[in-house]
């Protein structure tokens, strides 16, 4: 039985290496090599290129190794096989740590007190108190419930938004595209955790960002986004921005990636930008979680469903 290390963005070596460790009795096969596509039962993939799993009969379920599947599932020719995300506590703490941050960078106006170093001036301003900032989060799925759950603890309001309605403690939620309205203008530092989808595709735009509430105490509305670039709109944020729209956009992912030289987001004093690590994981317990869901199907049992991809949604 053997698996297929298909990575192309990054280097797939570490990734070998790792699999042959963690699964002695897997054949581990490098899809740079030649290889025989009927003995290849498993995939661990980050953006495989378009077709290569169609040519594998006999594939049983397809890992990928991050948790947004937007690049795979964009393949028409994607074979009709379990495709499983990573969902990691090792992951979802990481992503917390950098919305939390993020949050209190612009809740704390570091901006302007960096500013005021950079001239060695003294400039206190008044600072509200948490409960007096809406934190607004835009998907309310692994991430976005791990992220509440801390910023609750800190006392910011909290609202969110999700595709179906969900209870959570002290969040007022929203669902849907007829409750977006009503959830924005509550809004007032938006932070964005959702997957690529065709529904998500370009939401966020300049008629989005007129619509958020962003409180006067923290310069006006603040967009967080660590969900996938091809929810953002960059021309709009760039244009809400300098039309003072928008006070501060901070981006860890982009239109394209890596952003390129010639962005004007690179330079933008209102933008902070991260390069797609707002969670980057630990790659050995990745590793371990796909070994033993290998192992599940081997036992011919059934995967966790929450790991498991549904198709007809996206995500
Ligand atoms: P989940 O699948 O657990 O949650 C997705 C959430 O988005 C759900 O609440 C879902 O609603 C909501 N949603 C999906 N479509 C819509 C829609 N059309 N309208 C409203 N809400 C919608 O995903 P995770 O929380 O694990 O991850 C979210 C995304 O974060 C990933 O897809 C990936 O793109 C990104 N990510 C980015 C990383 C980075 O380093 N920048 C790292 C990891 C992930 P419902 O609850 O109703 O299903
Ligand atoms: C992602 C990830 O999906 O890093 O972006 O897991």
Redesign the pocket.
């Known amino acids: 039985m053997s698996l297929i290390v298909a990575i192309e963005n990054w280097t797939p070596d570490q990734w070998i290496e790792r699999f042959r460790r963690l699964a002695p009795d897997l054949e581990v096969i490098d899809a740079r090599e030649p290889f025989d596509p009927e003995a290849v039962r498993f995939a661990a993939v980050w953006k495989p290129k378009p077709g290569l799993l169609a040519r594998l009969p006999n594939l049983q379920a397809i890992f990928n190794l991050?948790?947004?599947v937007?690049a795979l599932l964009g393949d028409p020719t994607l074979p009709d096989v379990p495709v499983v995300r990573i969902?990691d506590p090792d992951?979802t703490a990481r992503?917390t740590e950098w919305v939390v941050m993020n949050v209190l960078a612009q809740h704390r106006r570091m901006d302007h007190h960096r500013a005021s170093q950079a001239r060695a001036v003294w400039v206190p301003i008044d600072q509200p108190a948490a409960h007096a900032v809406t934190v607004g989060l835009m998907?309310?799925?692994?991430?976005?419930k791990d992220a509440a759950e801390v910023l609750r603890r800190l006392g910011f309001d909290l609202v969110g938004?999700?595709?179906?309605k969900?209870g959570l403690p002290g969040v007022t939620t929203y669902a849907g595209t007829a409750e977006l309205p009503a959830f924005l203008a509550r809004t007032d530092i938006l932070v964005v955790?959702?997957?690529?989808?065709p529904?998500?595709h370009g939401l966020l735009d300049r008629a989005l960002f007129r619509q958020l509430r962003g409180a006067a105490h923290i310069g006006g509305p603040v967009i967080v986004n660590?969900?996938?670039g091809a929810l953002q709109v960059e021309a709009d944020i760039l244009a809400a921005l300098d039309a003072g729209e928008l006070a501060h956009a901070v981006l860890?992912?982009f239109e394209v990636e890596p952003l390129p030289v010639t962005s004007p987001l690179w330079a933008h004093p209102k933008v902070t930008i991260t390069p797609?690590?707002?969670?980057d994981s630990d790659a050995e317990a990745l590793a371990h979680r796909i070994v033993s869901g290998i192992a599940t199907l081997k036992r011919g049992e059934a995967l966790d469903p929450a790991l498991v991809v549904d198709r007809t949604r996206g995500?």
């Open positions: 991050g948790a947004g937007d969902v992951l992503m998907g309310l799925g692994v991430l976005g938004w999700s595709r179906s969900h955790l959702l997957p690529a989808t529904d998500t660590a969900g996938r860890d992912v797609h690590c707002a969670a995500y």
